[in-house]
């Protein structure tokens, strides 16, 4: 394993389908566009997160953590949600993948597991173990991270402004995943 910290937000990671490239101040209103459907957010802790004001809190934390990625149809050049990394761990040898969210037209594609692959294999350079934590209600996001080989963990409580939102902790381990082949 590296000695130094990782670049946890690269120029850009990339395959065949979609491109990830770092979150700027200036994206707000297009991924805004993105995160105004309400439907996005039905099945998450924050449902009211496509109302402006409440999505702000969500783009400033991300914009903050300085690991935040847009993620852009190649083909199209669209924009189509938004994905980070958090709670580096080098002690642990771990980091935490979420915070994703997909324009509905592309749910129940290839998009979130080309999405997922581009991380971990790239956290998969620097640490030996990837996490994810769901919403407890968030049935469609729970049953995709069992599909890309994820196991559930354990149950976490997240704090979001004095509030405590239960959430499903999930983990894939660098040996589970290298064994994988996931496209």
Not at 61 to 70: H, P, V, Y
């Amino acid at each position: 394993m590296e000695s130094t910290t990782p670049n946890w937000q690269p120029a850009s990671l990339e395959n065949n389908i979609l491109k990830l490239v770092p979150l700027q101040e200036s994206d707000f209103e297009a991924l805004f566009e993105v995160a105004a459907d309400p439907l996005i957010w039905e099945q998450h802790p924050t449902k009211d997160r496509y109302k402006k004001e409440v999505f702000q809190l969500f783009f400033d934390g991300a914009l903050a953590s300085k690991t935040s990625f847009l993620i852009i149809d190649k083909v199209s050049g669209k924009l189509i949600g938004s994905t980070r990394y958090y709670d580096y761990r080098p002690e642990q040898s771990s980091i935490a993948v979420g915070y994703t969210f997909l324009n509905r037209a592309y749910w129940g594609s290839a998009y979130n597991k080309a999405c997922k692959k581009l991380l971990l294999d790239y956290a998969f350079q620097f640490v030996e173990k990837v996490y994810f934590h769901i919403g407890a209600n968030n049935i469609r996001s729970q049953k995709a991270i069992l599909n890309i080989g994820a196991a559930k963990t354990g149950d976490v409580d997240f704090d979001y402004y004095g509030k405590k939102l239960l959430h499903y902790e999930y983990a894939i381990n660098k040996a589970e995943w290298t064994n994988q082949q996931i496209v």
